[in-house]
């Protein structure tokens, strides 16, 4: 319990500083709506003219992006890289920090054993997105409802918003497992901009090239705002393949963590 208090207090400023982060560029976008909306036929024809490949690519739907669900869709894209980032960083830092703080020989030494030592950190660790994700989800709502011109699902829009804390516990998982395998990191932000950019890439030339194989390789394709939108529902295949990443990273980060000589 010590351990998850003191590693929730750790990420209290973090935590803070991306939900506020999150929070602004959906009202910076969303702000934009009212206009957007009451010219939205001039936009349509506007973005009719895009290549096709860039609006695969940026996640545009035309059927979609004059409502206020189609372009928060759109704008989701963006946070849910920085809630990529956020969750990556913290699984990163779980256990590379104690090595570069060299304080891994004290944590060590205490009364517990090391399964009871990252059980804790990952609570906090998962505690602390999930705080991130209520804020954000409350915080994003009431802006929608400021600027939306007329009605829109709920439950919709619940569901695209939820998408970011799956995400997360996805990078959360790769980076935990990241920070076990390899735990003298010197930059953590290094090593979570690079991973989360390169799927994050990845992702974009699956869009535009509509390449099915690609998506299974990139998180960000498991749950298009788009699609959520279009079918009500998740994709069960990739809700189920983002489980099994969660699962098998976060088992082989125990038993990776519980067998290493930690320095």
């Known amino acids: 319990m010590n351990i998850y208090l003191h590693e929730l207090r750790a990420y209290r400023k973090s935590a803070t500083l991306w939900t506020c982060a999150m929070i602004g560029l959906v009202l910076l976008f969303l702000s934009m709506f009212p206009s957007f909306s009451r010219e939205a036929a001039e936009f349509k024809l506007v973005l009719e003219g895009f290549p096709d490949a860039v609006k695969k690519a940026l996640g545009l739907s035309l059927e979609t992006i004059t409502t206020l669900l189609g372009f928060y869709s759109y704008v ?5 890289l920085c809630g990529a980032i956020q969750a990556m960083n913290l699984g990163v ?9 060299k304080t891994a020989d004290f944590l060590l030494t205490k009364p517990v054993t090391r399964t009871e030592v990252i059980t804790a950190k990952l ?3 998962v505690t602390a997105l999930m705080i991130t994700n209520i804020v954000f989800m409350a915080a994003s709502f009431v802006i929608a ?10 439950k919709l829009f619940l569901m695209i918003t939820l998408t970011l804390f799956f995400i997360q516990l996805i990078f959360l998982a790769l980076g935990t497992m990241i920070s076990v395998v390899a735990p003298k990191i010197k930059s953590v932000l290094s090593v979570s901009l690079g ?4 799927f994050f890439i990845i992702g974009m030339f699956a869009g535009v090239t509509d390449d099915d194989v690609l998506k299974y390789a990139s998180p960000f394709k498991y749950f298009e705002p788009a699609e959520i939108v279009r079918n009500s529902s998740y994709d069960g295949e990739f809700l189920g393949i983002g ?3 969660v699962i098998a990273a976060t088992a082989a980060s125990y038993v990776i963590f519980a067998k290493k000589d930690v320095h």
């Open 243 to 245: 489980i099994g990443i």
């Open 145 to 154: 409802s400021m600027v939306a011109s007329e009605g829109f699902s709920l």
């Open 76 to 80: 989701f894209l963006y946070v849910a």
């Open 123 to 125: 609570l906090a660790a």
């Open 195 to 198: 991973t989360v950019f390169s």
């Open 93 to 101: 830092s779980i256990v590379s920090k104690e090595a570069r703080n």
